[in-house]
């Protein structure tokens, strides 16, 4: 295991994880440790395990083996410490949007929430609403807004209660091109303006690269020293790992040569299952990137 003294580098820690579904091995010894104040972004083919991998990260699921840690403390159930936004929103339908935001400081779910007045969640709850640009919404209901706008909503949810860190699964997935740049271009906001850590799972390449400060390439595609017998079981592992520059880049970059250059590799390294690596050579470029091979898949 590496170790650090920066809380900062060590922010996320994901070590020697695996997880198997009954005799099916789907993450197979993923290595990954993620800073504080970075956007992530996590691509892979169709059931790859991108999901998996979140919902270990969230708590909702334990790994068959490895650990997770976030700021040193090993990873459990859900908890406060990490917000969720799905694409499907979590909202009440029969809570107005100031009510659906500040039901968790209401309720008491954060700490210190219980000795706040009714005046400083009111205040607070618009702070986080004019942020992700719902101000004059809030006492509408969520049938009354859009998609997108339903979508702030839900990450206001979340931001609320503040995370140390902020998981995203396929959120912009049910909506439509215009609004779904809009809210990468909102998310990207949020991100710089809050210093967030972001992990966000997405089966679009071209909203990843844009999105990210690191993007992040799972798949099964690869090979290793285990031989390639009938009883040889691989799950994904991150087989590529890119560092994004990320400050102030317009949405003209989406149609760069460069960009299109990048979702082309991406898409050879992760997705075509005819471009078979060995795990020794993944393209593991970020400064912070490593992998651990075991005895046998490094023979």
Request: glycine residues 8%; proline residues 4%; charged residues 25%.
């Amino acid at each position: 295991m590496r170790s650090s003294n920066d809380p900062n580098q060590n922010f996320l820690q994901i070590h020697d994880v695996y997880k198997s579904y009954g005799s099916k091995l789907v993450l197979d010894n993923v290595d990954l440790e993620v800073k504080k104040g970075e956007l992530c972004t996590l691509v892979g083919p169709s059931g790859c395990g991108k999901s998996t991998l979140l919902r270990l990260i969230v708590g909702a699921e334990t790994p068959s083996s490895g650990t997770l840690r976030l700021s040193g403390k090993k990873l459990g159930t859900p908890d406060i410490n990490r917000g969720i936004v799905f694409q499907r929103y979590s909202l009440y339908p029969h809570l107005t949007i100031y009510k659906n935001v500040s039901l968790g400081l209401r309720l008491g779910g954060r700490a210190g929430s219980k000795n706040l007045s009714s005046a400083e969640i009111k205040k607070e709850t618009l702070e986080i609403l004019e942020r992700v640009r719902l101000i004059g919404h809030e006492n509408k209901y969520p049938h009354q807004l859009s998609g997108g706008m339903q979508q702030r909503v839900a990450i206001a949810q979340s931001l609320i209660m503040k995370p140390k860190i902020l998981l995203m699964d396929e959120p912009f997935g049910a909506l439509d091109p215009d609004t779904r740049e809009d809210m990468q271009l909102s998310l990207i906001e949020l991100w710089e303006q809050e210093n967030m850590t972001i992990f966000f799972v997405t089966h679009d390449l071209d909203e990843a690269a844009f999105l990210g400060s690191r993007i992040l390439v799972l798949s099964q595609y690869y090979t290793d020293d285990r031989g390639n017998s009938e009883y040889t079981q691989r799950g994904a592992k991150i087989v590529a790992d890119h560092q994004l520059p990320r400050s102030g880049v317009p949405t003209s970059e989406k149609y760069s040569t460069g960009f299109a250059d990048l979702i082309k590799q991406i898409r050879t390294e992760g997705f075509d299952p005819d471009y078979i690596q060995h795990a020794q050579d993944f393209n593991l470029k970020h400064p912070d990137s490593f992998r651990t091979l075991t005895e046998a898949e490094s023979a």
